[in-house]
């Protein structure tokens, strides 16, 4: 009886374990609306923006001063960064990331994820917009966007 219980003990360890991964550890998937730009500043390149929901650890987030043409293809002609989450984050924090123009991107406060960069991401002081997305950037034909701002 002991080695039955035991048993039974471990397989509900290791089905608790499973789950957590399963469901705990899954990245975010936003909907149109769940993130939101609350700063926007060209000089030095800053945005500030806050998610409506938690955001789990490993979940991406992309942002483009690029558009779309008349056809919904990418122009291709600008760029785009890329925020992963490093930890769980709770709804209504905010992140800042800046200096996006440099090599040398920050993210505020600093444990709360990185930021890579495809070529030159820069915002000009007028007439410009930021897509919030996620998907593969330039390949896939529907991205969620998630925000615009522009």
């Known amino acids: 009886m002991i080695k039955k219980w035991s048993l039974l003990k471990t397989l509900l360890s290791i089905l608790s374990w499973l789950l957590f991964l399963w469901y705990g550890g899954a990245t975010t ?32 987030i992309r942002f483009s001063d690029d558009s779309r043409t ?35 991107q920050t993210v505020f406060p600093t444990w709360f994820g990185t930021i890579t960069k495809n070529n030159t991401f820069d915002l000009s002081t007028a007439g410009e917009s930021i897509l919030v997305y996620q998907g593969t950037p330039y390949t896939q034909i529907s991205p969620t966007f998630l925000y615009w701002l522009g």
């Open 29 to 60: 998937i936003f909907s149109p609306g769940d993130i939101f730009i609350i700063t926007a500043n060209a000089n030095p390149d800053m945005i500030e923006f806050v998610s409506r929901v938690d955001m789990n650890s490993g979940t991406i």
């Open 70 to 104: 008349s056809t919904w293809t990418w122009r291709a002609t600008e760029w785009y960064i890329t925020f992963t989450s490093n930890t769980n984050i709770p709804k209504g924090t905010i992140i800042r990331m800046s200096w996006l123009h440099t090599t040398t």
